[in-house]
């Protein structure tokens, strides 16, 4: 009889033993301030206390997942303000605990405590009156390896959030996790996180603490890729890299040829030469030289010449002592390029070996 008895079944008893226990208002509570992995511990903590928390879900249902954050204060919670204090205290701003009290309670119960003070600043579109979409939040906490100084600088001057450089900041960080979302694979998402994002937050920086008379101001024209240009062209340029810089060399790997049907490639094994490709290409390669001069990576530009010309840059990372291969592949402005190059860089990597 037992093997007969479905998970389902198990499951539908043990419920109906809880609630007997604890009574059906103290389980309905219970779920509402700790919707995930509710412990028995938990319904004795929500039956000790059963009177004050009804009272506080009846004002704001909403909020309950964040009375999960603290039961210590339980014992003392005429009001809401106790947790709102508790919230700001952590970081959390006046704007986004407005924010977050209109919220529903599925979101609520996916923040987390200990990254309040990221919370603060990625939704300050909430202080601008931008709409924005719950899950966009979300995605905007988990980019925040790229981002972390934008926060920061968000938070000194939360006073000036209606200036062009808090809204370059807001927009700029919404146009990068668009092409985020755009990339689909997590390798790729990783990527632009960790190479190209702080690049981004460098140059909204840069330009926040400039004090030019003509600052630059992100439209609702911009693209990820017209991002990408400005912020190569202020590291290149305004940043005093340019091409008056003295050049640095490293050790050809395979130097330039053609690998035959119109295809050509060059390798890029000076500072200049990286410099020279991003110009070209409206990417970030030259911040690669770091690991082009540990010997960790080589690039090439290729080239497919004819009536349709068609151009990328290629990297090739170690692996092992003698061993290459292909990591990433870029058109102008990061776009994906066709099945030829991809075709040409295979052949370029068996080459190399």
Not at 31 to 54: C, E, G, Q, Y
Not at 115 to 133: C, E, I, K, T, Y
Not at 258 to 267: C, T
Request: glycine content about 6%; aromatic content about 8%.
């Amino acid at each position: 009889m037992l093997e007969a008895t479905s998970l389902q079944d198990i499951q539908r008893a043990w419920t109906a033993a809880i609630k007997k226990r604890f009574g059906i208002d103290v389980f309905k509570i219970a779920l509402r301030i700790i919707p995930r992995n509710t412990s028995l511990f938990d319904l004795s903590r929500v039956a000790a206390f059963k009177s004050v928390l009804s009272k506080r879900l009846c004002e704001n249902p909403a909020l309950a997942p964040l009375l999960a954050q603290d039961p210590g204060m339980w014992s003392n919670l005429p009001n809401w303000r106790v947790v709102k204090n508790r919230m700001l205290a952590q970081g959390l701003s006046q704007q986004t605990w407005r924010w977050l009290a209109r919220q529903r309670a599925g979101y609520v119960a996916r923040v987390n405590w200990s990254q309040l003070s990221h919370l603060s600043w990625v939704n300050f579109h909430a202080a601008l009156g931008r709409d924005m979409p719950i899950s966009w939040v979300d995605k905007q906490t988990a980019a925040l390896l790229g981002f972390g100084g934008l926060g920061t600088w968000l938070r000194r001057n939360h006073e000036n959030l209606g200036n062009d450089a808090a809204l370059n900041i807001l927009r700029a960080v919404r146009l990068a996790l668009q092409r985020r979302e755009f990339m689909g694979k997590a390798e790729h998402q990783h990527e632009l996180a960790q190479q190209e994002f702080p690049l981004i937050a460098d140059w909204l920086l840069g330009s926040a603490a400039s004090s030019t008379k003509r600052p630059v101001v992100i439209s609702r024209h911009w693209t990820y890729d017209t991002l990408m240009a400005r912020q190569a062209h202020w590291h290149l340029v305004e940043h005093d890299l340019d091409m008056g810089r003295p050049n640095v060399f490293w050790p050809e790997v395979l130097g330039m040829g053609s690998l035959g049907n119109n295809v050509d490639f060059i390798e890029l094994n000076s500072l200049n030469a990286l410099l020279s490709e991003a110009k070209k290409m409206h990417h970030c390669v030259p911040s690669y030289i770091d690991r082009c001069m540990a010997g960790d990576v080589c690039i090439f530009h290729l080239q497919i010449k004819g009536h349709a010309p068609q151009r990328g840059t290629l990297e090739f990372q170690r692996l092992g002592l003698n061993g290459w291969q292909i990591s990433q592949l870029k058109g102008p402005c990061n776009a994906p390029v066709s099945s030829q190059l991809w075709s040409a860089a295979h052949l370029l990597l068996s080459r190399i070996h």
